[in-house]
């Protein structure tokens, strides 16, 4: 197995390894730490994996999250299947970390390619280690104490049109906002990353409305430099895993045909702000 760094930040490259197998404690451990530094590892050239290994295969890293929505094509209720052909206005097109609404946001991401259209359907990430290092000492000092709360609101108005697709309603827009630390700790590594997204997040707390909004739209602003960036592209049975704390994505919506991938998600624990010394 070799691991190759992709870009001057982040990502990795992983070949000479068939996931569908299992990986050995060993393996699982070296993948655990290119994880934990890079950020996002990709798997390139896979055979194309069923619900049940790909299962199998996140299952040696964590424990499987249940999709709290599962779209009409999902046929296992651990896997999502995302597929669209019209994809612009899925909420997926927008810079975001998965379910940060939640107390314990999904720690990582497992997304394979079992579709593809002719061209376009890249999937770009920013690296949240080298959005919070990029900032001015004074920045960090006053994000460092500050939460924000995090809700479905804006995504659910963005995505409403869409519901049909999806098979429950999830009862997501009731639920009450929860407060995460802006800047969290990885609680192995103690690298210190954003934790702020413009699918989720809608107010900081203890700011006027003004205040936070303009601080807001500073830092959704700034986790868009190509500084932070790596864009994919994919062909039909890459793997991408990703740590959802860490990384955010964006799924260009540049296309018009069939495309569609196979998502696992692995459950996590409560952010870890600054300070903090466990999710307690």
Same mark, same amino acid.
């Given at each position: ?101 939640? #107390?314990?946001?999904? @720690?990582?991401? +497992? !997304?394979?390619? $079992? =579709? ?94 003004? #205040?936070?909004?303009? @601080?807001?739209? +500073? !830092?959704?602003? $700034? =986790? ?57």
């Amino acid at each position: 197995m070799q691991v190759e760094q992709v870009t001057g930040r982040f990502g990795g490259r992983v070949t000479g390894l068939d996931v569908s197998r299992p990986l050995g404690a060993d393996r699982v451990g070296q993948l655990r730490d290119a994880f934990d530094e890079l950020g996002v590892l990709f798997f390139p050239g896979q055979r194309v994996l069923t619900a049940e290994q790909q299962l199998a295969l996140a299952a040696q890293f964590g424990e499987i999250e249940t999709p709290p929505l599962l779209t009409r094509q999902s046929e296992h209720p651990q896997v999502l299947i995302v597929e669209f052909e019209q994809p612009r206005g899925s909420g997926a097109d927008i810079w975001h970390s998965d379910g940060t609404h939640t #107390e314990k946001p999904p @720690l990582g991401t +497992f !997304l394979q390619a $079992h =579709v593809l259209p002719d061209r376009g359907g890249d999937t770009c990430f920013s690296c949240m280690y080298s959005a919070y290092d990029a900032l001015s000492p004074a920045m960090k000092v006053m994000l460092d104490g500050l939460t924000a709360q995090h809700s479905t609101e804006m995504l659910f108005a963005r995505t409403r049109s869409r519901s049909q697709q999806y098979s429950g309603d999830g009862n997501l827009v009731s639920e009450p906002p929860v407060s995460h630390p802006i800047v969290t700790v990885h609680p192995r590594t103690g690298r210190r990353r954003l934790f702020v997204n413009s699918n989720y997040t809608v107010s900081v707390d203890g700011m006027s409305e003004a #205040e936070s909004d303009y @601080l807001l739209d +500073f !830092l959704f602003d $700034h =986790v868009k430099s190509p500084e932070f960036q790596l864009r994919y592209q994919w062909s039909v049975g890459d793997l991408a895993f990703w740590d959802n704390h860490a990384v955010q994505h964006y799924a260009v919506a540049d296309y018009s045909q069939r495309r569609r991938m196979q998502r696992v998600t692995l459950r996590g624990d409560t952010p870890v702000g600054v300070g903090e010394t466990d999710g307690a």
